[in-house]
Each structure stands twice: as structure tokens, then as C-alpha cells.
């Protein structure tokens, strides 16, 4: 059972371009979610997190917006640059039982061109 | 400050034969995890350690897995046996807050 799903396993836009990943998820205890950025043969690296208190947290060229109604969540990079071509992996918890440990998405690939 | 240091990177076997994994995370960080990262698919939790205590493992195999966190620091992960289905990349965090967690680069294993 997929709790944490991103149905777009890649993305391709153009530099300069704005870039929206999408992440749904199931688990109506989660209260936190996070983006993580993974380069070829690295660890995943934080990007930029929510709390369900809020519904949009920005931090430089990157967004993210929450709709706890939907159950959705989005990241947007704005202009969208070379460098930001990597998997982006989308991640929630909540604070009792088995929401309570990081659950990830399946990730999705964004291909920035020129 | 020096990231989450894992080793090895890379490892190959053969199936049956025993393999560990070694991490250092990130100084002062009392939460470490393992997580296993199969091709196509995001990080699944094995074990979280908070300091020496493992807090949860109900994900680690435990017929094959064993995990230790000595002095709550370094950690080790072993397989025994490995069996082909355990090829993956084994990837170490660790965490301060126990939110935001810091990923070494992970160790890619091949069973053949």
C-alpha cells in the first residue's frame, strides 16, 4: 500500500521555465512532508519542508503548497535552472505509529534542457 | 561540518555470503536510521536507533539482518546470508530533531 505516491515518474522542462512536482498521499495522520533532491550516486539531500499548519512555505526559487483537503502537495522551482536536474523524491510523517517514520514516494525525474 | 559518512560505496558478493555496512553520522545527531532504496522506488525505513536504543526495527528482516549502534554513535548493518533479493543501495541518515534527516551517499549492493 503506496501511502506516499507520485504518479509522474519524469518531467522534462525548459530552463528558465517554472517546474511543478506533484505528490499525493493517503495516511490522513501525517502532518509534516518534505522534499528531497537526489543526484546520481549521492544520498538524497533536503530541499524544503511543510507543516500541515500551513499551506505554502517558500524558500528561494523553490515552493511548496499543501492541500490538506486533497491530500496533495506540490513543489514549484521557479525559474528552473540546469543544476535542478535530479530525482526529487517527496516525503511525509506524522507523530503516532506507523506514520510516525519518514515514508517516501516513489520519485520523480526532472530533466531541465537548455 | 562533515556529512553522514557511509562505507563502503560499493559491494559485490555472492549469494549466501555475508556483507556489513558501516555508518558515521553527522556529529551530535542522537537519531540514526538505515533505509534500503530498491530501483524505481523511494527509501524504506530497516531501523531507527535513538542513541544506542533501536526504537524501531519492524522493518528489518531479522532472519538475515542484524543492526548495532555501539556508544550511540557509528552504526553497522549485516546481512547473513545475502540472497539475491537484497541487492539495493543501503542508505544511513541521521537527525537532530528527528524531522529533518541528513543521507550519506548510501552503499550499492549486488548479490549474484
Known amino acids: 500500500d503506496q501511502q506516499v505516491k507520485q504518479n509522474s515518474p519524469s518531467l522534462s522542462v525548459q530552463e528558465g521555465r517554472i517546474s511543478i512536482l506533484n505528490c499525493d498521499y493517503t495516511?490522513?495522520?501525517?502532518?509534516?512532508f518534505l522534499w528531497y533532491k537526489k543526484y546520481p550516486a549521492e544520498g538524497p539531500t533536503f530541499l524544503i519542508s511543510i507543516s500541515s499548519i500551513k499551506d505554502k512555505n517558500e524558500d528561494g526559487r523553490f515552493t511548496v503548497f499543501l492541500n490538506k483537503s486533497a491530500k496533495h502537495l506540490s513543489l514549484h522551482i521557479v525559474p528552473s535552472q540546469p543544476g535542478d536536474s535530479a530525482v526529487y523524491f517527496c516525503?511525509?510523517?506524522?507523530?503516532?505509529?506507523?506514520?510516525?517514520?519518514?515514508?517516501f514516494g516513489t520519485g520523480t525525474r526532472l530533466q531541465v534542457t537548455l | 561540518e562533515a556529512g553522514v559518512v557511509q562505507s563502503p560505496r560499493y559491494k559485490i558478493i555472492e549469494k549466501k555470503q555475508p556483507v556489513a555496512f558501516w555508518c558515521n553520522p553527522i556529529?551530535?545527531?542522537?537519531?540514526l536510521y538505515w533505509y534500503r532504496q530498491n530501483l524505481g522506488q523511494g527509501p524504506e525505513l530497516l531501523i531507527r536507533?535513538?542513541?544506542?536504543?533501536?526504537?524501531?526495527d519492524s522493518q528489518l528482516p531479522k532472519d538475515r539482518f542484524s543492526a548495532e549502534r555501539l556508544k550511540g554513535v557509528d552504526s553497522t548493518l549485516k546481512i547473513q546470508p545475502a540472497e539475491l533479493g537484497d541487492s539495493a543501495v543501503y542508505l544511513c541518515a541521521s537527525s537532530l530533531s528527528g524531522t529533518k534527516q541528513y543521507f550519506g551517499p548510501g552503499t550499492r549492493l549486488t548479490v549474484l
Open positions: 495516511n490522513s495522520m501525517f502532518d509534516y
Open positions: 556529529s551530535g545527531h542522537n537519531t
Open positions: 516525503a511525509a510523517k506524522g507523530n503516532t505509529g506507523t506514520a510516525s517514520k519518514l515514508t
Open positions: 536507533y535513538e542513541n544506542e536504543e533501536a526504537v524501531d
